[in-house]
């Protein structure tokens, strides 16, 4: 999983969803090691999303889901559900995405959700290989094609997408102040006083428990 520096989050392209930096780089260097993107069906979620799964998972008992304050590594940009990664669970590992839901099962130790893959780094056999993250002209960043034309190719912008995501909040006891970090660009805000409180009355969740110098990891902009 992530540690240390703060990573920024990456459009993993062909509407597969978004990741945090180096998640997204080992996917992509999965997709080159397949020949094609890899199908995704989830990957990054809001506060939203993750209370409908919560929500779904309380009322059905299925599939598993933690509560959005927890949060999940779906919510920290780490974890993928796909149902073609299944077919290459080795390479899958080899790169550091691990199936990691298990559950007791008359007794037996199983794995209950086989969609399900978290990215450790310290697993990636491939993480110090360097993958140039392509920046649109709004300053979103996108993982390169995994497969290039056989000639070497003129420089082409990437169109610009619509942003659909929505930021994220926290709370710094340490700083006594709230922030909105911004889901492309991975930038902290500071929150006026009355922009906290407009943003507590329309329901908005605020991370908290971050420490000093987790916070101040983060970059302002």
């Excluded at 796909?82 to 691990?98: C, P, V, Y």
């Excluded at 920046?135 to 497969?147: K, V």
């Excluded at 610009?160 to 995501?165: G, V």
Aim: aromatic share 8%; charged share 25%.
């Amino acid at each position: 999983m992530m540690g240390g520096a703060v990573q920024r989050i990456v459009n993993l392209g062909g509407g597969r969803g978004f990741l945090r930096e180096n998640a997204a780089k080992s996917l992509h260097r999965i997709d080159k090691r397949i020949g094609h993107r890899c199908q995704i069906t989830e990957a990054l979620r809001s506060w939203a999303q993750q209370n409908e799964h919560w929500l779904t998972y309380k009322r059905n008992g299925h599939p598993i889901a933690l509560h959005p304050d927890t949060p999940s590594v779906h919510q920290k940009g780490e974890a993928v559900d796909s149902d073609e990664l299944q077919r290459f669970i080795a390479i899958a590992a080899d790169h550091g995405f691990i199936r990691t839901v298990y559950r007791w099962v008359n007794g037996v130790w199983t794995l209950v959700e086989r969609w399900h893959f978290e990215y450790f780094t310290e697993r990636d056999n491939h993480r110090h290989e360097v993958i140039t993250l392509v920046q649109t002209s709004s300053g979103a960043w996108h993982l390169p094609n995994p497969i290039g034309p056989k000639t070497k190719p003129k420089p082409k912008p990437i169109e610009s997408e619509e942003d659909d995501m929505e930021p994220l909040y926290l709370y710094s006891e340490a700083h006594d102040r709230a922030f909105m970090i911004h889901p492309v660009t991975g930038k902290k805000r500071a929150l006026p006083t009355a922009e906290y409180e407009a943003a507590k009355a329309a329901g908005r969740k605020f991370a908290r428990g971050l420490t000093k110098a987790q916070v101040d990891q983060i970059p302002n902009g």
